[in-house]
């Protein structure tokens, strides 16, 4: 006779089993993004504490970490430039160049892969160029991989895309696109509607991650600390400068990029320029969505933070933030290096 205790003791194992397996697979890290932003002033040595920390982060799996510097990259004035009569830089100017290459440590040491965006004080060199090509020379040199992005010399730095296992990077260059002229923002929009029509062909399944130095969502200074209806309605109110999220020329770009978005189902938007950690759940056109502003990767500019009604986390501190990508998921965690612990983390975009 067949012992039914015993029957049911190896089905219940079987499918003990079986879960696990399920949860394993489900659990299984495809991704982790770190957002690193407004680095500028960082030390080279020692090392800044947050690229420190970032690093040691990125080398538990390098293979599946990308590193995004999210602009300015390079304070106050982007990469020096030599004068006429110059024949070298000088001791100011090499400590200028020092700050980039305390961001590129992240890759020397962890061996995963860095993303720099342009943002406005870098643009303040008038190019790209030399940056770019510091970048470049740099991470052959130390053979680590790094670049600058969107960036191709001679070419407009149109919005670039990077397709990864279950997350695509979009890259916007937003001081490129929030000219106070506003001319870019349809070269921008013509680009994003051939990017986003192959993602939606061929990766509709992907989260999209769309990174800039500007952001679309902001409670610090640059968003008027969450009072930015008011700002946008009285036109003297002073942060209506070119590439504060009130100006005009911000309202008709971030219009056009949210219209364009609003059919995907799982986007993140990640940015600096305020100098503070930021995070926001949205509706756009029915469409749940979230902001992060991650831009105080050091302390010397650190900004305040006001309020919102649909800001979830705010803080005014040094640190940055990292998204793990998984099958279903994206689970998003706030690092502070003040405190040199994780201080906020939400499970964002549960796929249905």
Known sequence: MVNLCRVNV?????????????????????????????????????????????????????????????????Y???????????????????????????????????????????????WLAKQLDQQ???????????????????????KNPLPEIVHLDGISLLFIDSTWWLRKSGKNINKV????????????????????????HHPIKSIGPHGNLGKLDECIQAITCKHRKVGDIAHPVSQKAFKALKQRLASIDNVIYAAGHDHSLQVFEFDNEGKQQVALVSGSAN????????????????????????????????????HSVEKAQVVFTKTLLVSR
């Open 10 to 74: 190896v089905f219940l194992a079987v499918c003990l089993q079986l879960a696990l397996s399920f949860h394993a697979k489900a659990e299984t890290l495809k991704q982790r993004i770190v957002l690193l932003g407004d680095a500028g002033y960082s030390v080279l040595s020692p090392l800044e504490p947050s690229l420190k920390l970032a690093a040691n982060i990125a080398k538990e799996k390098p293979e599946q970490t990308k590193v995004l510097f999210l602009g300015d990259n390079i």
């Open 299 to 334: 302390d010397n500019k650190l900004s305040a933070v006001g309020q919102s009604d649909d800001n979830i986390f705010a803080l005014s501190e040094v640190g940055f933030m990292v998204l793990d990508v998984f099958e279903n998921k994206v689970k998003l965690q706030v």
């Open 189 to 212: 929009n013509e680009k994003l509607d051939e990017l986003l029509g192959d993602f939606n062909a061929k990766y509709p399944a992907h989260t999209l991650l769309v990174a800039s």
């Open 132 to 154: 770019a090509a510091f970048i470049h020379g740099y991470a052959s040199e130390h053979k680590l991989k790094a670049a600058l992005v969107p960036y191709k010399r001679g």
């Open 76 to 122: 106050t004035r982007g990469f020096p430039v030599l004068k006429k009569a110059q024949e070298s830089y000088s001791e100011k100017q090499l400590k200028q160049i020092s700050y980039l290459k305390a961001q590129l440590q992240v890759a020397k040491i962890s061996g995963s892969q860095s993303y720099l965006l342009p943002g406005n004080h870098d």
